[in-house]
């Protein structure tokens, strides 16, 4: 109760004063680079028509991650792939560019998403000239579409906005949690389907697709001469059973292409975990004091292994309006928890992006399974929350712990 009632203290005295929240004041992401991370925030191709949601994201954060627009379902042209006489994919980028274009002229850093993920894959990209009538390619193919398709779509944005995305998650979600949903055995507990379907990449690529993808990233990013951080990238990834299956399977990641030296390629530089916190649609197992403990040994345990963390897509679930001070309370320890880590100019914890940015009361379906109608640092109608002013007076020094 002392610490909730120094932290409303804290919270109503910047309210009032402006400090930190005044217009020409320290935006929160400059905040947070004191303790050596990104702030980010996600960005649709629809939220480029919303001026309110705009002024958020260049006021208080200096990274995007477009939701789905620059995944491969979204950027895959079947009739142009179909036409294409040298058997390679062809991308529509027009909607990509858009939002890179909007980053690039308001300063912001681009979280590339994703490059292979199997969830949504568009079925044709596997079949013999692309059409979903035809039986599946071989694996020689794939493996060369694959490939393709990686160097294209980095070096599309990398030529065209050079230095805008800092980073790419190469492949997402190839860890099952389900046993049902990988092979008994296997360490990297690798995911052979999802809901019951298979994952194409693994049947129709081989065993090696995530290393695979990973070097072709890698030799892309060589190619190129560019500062981009290749990511592995998934959900749960701070629950201690997920985080040792990730990190066997980046073991095969950075054992898998030799350097001439008697070493290996580090493919892989970092982890991204997710960060959805709390029960999926429900409030119970929401704003757990513990998931902060666990995240935080997470960050650790990945960092030791030689990989630099973001958390990707965070959400600090809240199903229940009435709970607002416990959610205020929960985001204020979870980033004195992120700050707690940065030591000597460090910080293993190099980005953190807000996926529940917004209360969305009204959603329905997964979007409010996702990110909970009131887990937001913004009101649905863009204003800043109570939770916001915790956060930066967190960043900030304001707050009485």
Not at 163 to 177: F, L, M, P, Q, S
Not at 198 to 216: I, K, M, R
Request: hydrophobic letters at 40%; proline letters at 4%.
């Amino acid at each position: 109760m002392k610490r909730i009632l120094g932290l409303v203290l804290a919270i109503t005295f910047i309210a009032a004063c402006g400090c930190g929240l005044a217009e020409g004041d320290v935006p929160m992401y400059e905040l947070a680079s004191r303790y050596g991370f990104k702030l980010g925030a996600p960005l649709s191709f629809w939220d480029l028509n919303n001026p309110s949601y705009k002024t958020i994201v260049t006021g208080n954060f200096n990274s995007i991650t477009a939701t789905n627009e620059m995944k491969a379902y979204s950027l895959l042209d079947q009739n142009a792939s179909k036409a294409n006489p040298d058997g390679m994919p062809v991308m529509n980028y027009a909607n990509a560019d858009a939002m890179v274009q909007w980053a690039q002229d308001n300063g912001l850093g681009v979280r590339g998403h994703v490059l292979v993920w199997d969830a949504y894959m568009c079925d044709w990209f596997f079949r013999e000239g692309y059409d979903s009538a035809n039986p599946y390619a071989d694996s020689e193919t794939i493996r060369a579409r694959t490939r393709y398709y990686i160097h294209e779509v980095m070096t599309h944005f990398e030529t065209k906005f050079p230095g805008v995305v800092y980073c790419w998650d190469v492949v997402n979600e190839a860890v099952a949690d389900d046993p049902s949903e990988y092979n008994a055995g296997d360490p990297r507990h690798l995911r052979t389907k999802r809901s019951g379907t298979p994952n194409l990449f693994l049947e129709l690529l081989g065993d090696d697709y995530v290393p695979f993808a990973f070097l072709c990233a890698y030799e892309t990013r060589e190619e190129l001469g560019a500062d981009i951080k290749l990511y592995y990238n998934d959900y749960n990834a701070y629950f201690p059973e997920k985080a040792a299956a990730i990190l066997a399977l980046m073991e095969t990641v950075n054992t898998y292409a030799e350097d001439g030296n008697g070493g290996y390629l580090k493919l892989a530089d970092g982890i991204g975990m997710q960060g959805y916190i709390g029960g999926y649609g429900t409030q119970e197992g929401c704003l757990i004091p513990e998931h902060i403990d666990w995240i935080r040994d997470a960050i650790l345990g990945y960092a030791e292994a030689g990989y630099e963390v973001q958390i990707t897509e965070m959400a600090v679930r809240n199903f229940d309006k009435a709970a607002a001070d416990q959610h205020v309370q929960f985001y204020a320890d979870l980033f004195r928890m992120f700050i707690s880590l940065y030591s000597d100019g460090q910080n293993p914890l190099v980005a953190v992006s807000i996926w529940g940015l917004l209360d969305n009361p009204y959603a329905q379906g997964y979007v409010y399974n996702l990110n909970s109608p009131y887990g937001g640092l913004f009101n649905e109608r863009c204003g800043k929350k109570d939770s916001f002013r915790a956060v930066y007076a967190v960043l900030s020094g304001d707050d009485a712990d």
